[in-house]
């Protein structure tokens, strides 16, 4: 509690994404995560193989845009570091903690942006993504398991009916996932997409006991690799259940895109 406690306090973080909850949520993801390492392990694992295949043959690496980086521990930073020119981390909130971390690597640089494209008055502010997509020397970006988490923060508030101008609760999940696969559409580099897209709550016994679409009813073409990630064993959400997400990673999400929209 004091660690958190500290990691809250020692992190810059901007007034509007502070009241949007986003320190509280990186904070306690920064927890949760030390407390599942082991379960969250095997995800990782994934992530990174995707995230490799991904920059494998590129013909060039100047820029990596990792859009979501959070606690950087879901993307080979080192890697991605050693093989591009510039590495461009973004998150509404970088802990003190993550901060740290990266200073040893002289070409990884932190972006703050809220990155669900609305303005503090709840009215579609534009496409976050446009100034990274303008950038003609982003060669790849990876979209580090934001996906699902964008709506997190307007649910709240829209069903706390604290903005007025925000779409309904209900809207808010489809608008803002189909706003951040739209910006994704706007790049020219390659786009390798992980996302989590369906939470499953288990029994001990292994029956489901319920299943919730994390993506806004959003069909996605197929993926190059599906796993399950384990956000909750046993005990951490509570005693007698363990909350399961089914994830999908993309070495090259608009390639699989044009695929599926071809067939
Ligand atoms: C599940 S975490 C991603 C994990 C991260 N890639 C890692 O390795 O730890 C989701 C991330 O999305 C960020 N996020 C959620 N909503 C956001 C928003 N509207 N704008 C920018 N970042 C956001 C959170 O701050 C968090 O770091």
Not at 217 to 243: I, K, M, N, S, Y
Request: hydrophobic share 45%; aromatic share 6%.
């Amino acid at each position: 509690m004091l660690a958190e406690v500290l990691v809250y306090l020692t992190t810059p973080c901007p007034t509007a994404h502070r009241r949007l909850g986003h320190l509280k949520a990186a904070v306690d993801l920064w927890s949760r995560a030390g407390r599942c390492a082991a379960a969250w392990a095997p995800h990782y694992r994934q992530c990174w193989s995707v995230v490799e295949r991904a920059m494998a043959d590129l013909p060039r690496r100047r820029k990596v845009v990792v859009l979501g980086s959070g606690l950087v521990r879901d993307v080979p930073v080192a890697r991605l570091a050693a093989a591009f020119e510039t590495v461009l981390l973004v998150d509404a909130v970088h802990l003190s903690i993550v901060r740290l971390r990266l200073v040893r690597h002289r070409n990884v640089v932190l972006v703050t942006r809220d990155l669900a494209g609305l303005a503090s008055d709840g009215r579609p502010s534009g496409d976050p993504l446009a100034e990274f997509a303008a950038d003609p020397e982003v060669d790849l970006v990876v979209s580090a398991n934001l996906l699902s988490q964008i709506p997190l923060a307007y649910e709240d508030l829209a069903a706390a009916h604290t903005i007025a101008t925000l779409p309904q609760p209900d809207a808010i999940g489809p608008v803002l996932v189909a706003g951040h696969l739209a910006g994704l559409a706007g790049f020219r580099g390659r786009v390798c997409l992980l996302t989590d897209t369906e939470q499953r709550t288990v029994d001990r016994a292994g029956r489901v006991l319920e299943t919730v679409d994390l993506i806004g009813g959003h069909r996605l073409p197929v993926p190059d690799a599906c796993w399950t990630w384990t956000l909750a064993p046993f005990g951490e959400d509570g005693p007698e259940h363990e909350l399961v997400h089914a994830v999908v990673g993309y070495v090259d999400f608009n390639r699989a895109l044009r695929t599926s929209d071809a067939a």
